[in-house]
């Protein structure tokens, strides 16, 4: 007997967000999800996640946008993107012909533009949830990312809960001391599910030039280089919070996936590897419902959080 996939992301909230299975594409790494519905069916994935929109459309960074690096790839993108609008009137009507959730990735330049563009999405068929990307410089906090303060996040996902009936995922930032707090201020909040983690700080130098690789010198780090980091933080913040946790950062396999599960999380987004492999998500999918199978486990719900140590009473 195959195994029992669905999982579900948003229990008791007003819209549930239950998937077919809990593979789904990493923001940023798979567009709007048209191009890859060429060359597979993204309906067999658990959901689509969108690349980040921002409230205004935006060019991006000046290129190179991304570097290789051991077990890795360095990337600064600048959030390049055709705006809220456009997403609207063009992506979603695509989105509510398919019979996959997608969750909408949306980036604000303060908190409470989290709730305009939460208000913007609400209703809209085609949009099945949000994910709010936090890792966004705040002009209004001296320039540091909303997502690396503990009140102006609380009030990103307080603006956007009151805005919309849309369950409400809140991405991590790795780049901070305490990811727990973090997700559990999120959590009060009213965040549906918490997504861990978004890409870590580093940098590259090329020597030829002695500069910086990318011209902003700093770059997100992800793929196989970060994966002990995302599981190390979602390890702690699923023992932390009672909402679902999403796994993110360095997924490649099924194996990889199953040790996301192990370490709390309900579900896991593939990023990186689509780049080397388009059907990295579906791979990735195939992989866990395999290992499941080969040790005839009936449901993939038996497997998440196994490796959380016992709750201390
Ligand atoms: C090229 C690129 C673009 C990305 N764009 C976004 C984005 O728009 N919004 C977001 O929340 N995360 C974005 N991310 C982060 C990924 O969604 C993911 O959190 C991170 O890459 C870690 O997963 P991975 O190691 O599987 O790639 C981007 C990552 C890459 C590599």
Known sequence: MPPLLAVDLAPGAKNSLVLRNPVMPASGTFSWGLEFARHFDVNALGAVVSKGVTMVARQGNPQPRVAETPAGMLNSIGLQNIGIKKCISEMAPIWARWDVPVIVNIAGDTPEEFGEMARMLDGVPGVAALELNISCPNVDIGGIEIGQNVEAAGRAVRSAVRNTDLPVIVKLTPNITDPVGLAVACEREGAA?????????????????????????????????????????????????????????????????????????????????????????LDVLEGLARWLEERGIADVNEIIGCALPEPVA
């Open 193 to 281: 599910a918490i997504c861990a983690i978004n890409t870590v700080l580093g940098l590259a130098i090329d020597t030829r030039r002695r500069a910086p690789v990318l011209p902003r010198a700093r770059g997100g780090l992800s793929g196989p280089a970060i994966k002990p980091i995302a599981l190390r933080i979602v390890y702690d913040v699923a023992r932390a919070v009672r909402i679902p946790v999403i796994g993110c950062g360095g997924i490649s396999s099924g194996e990889d996936a199953v040790e996301f599960l192990m370490a709390g999380a309900t579900a896991v987004q593939v990023g990186t590897a689509t780049f080397a492999n388009p059907r990295a998500p």
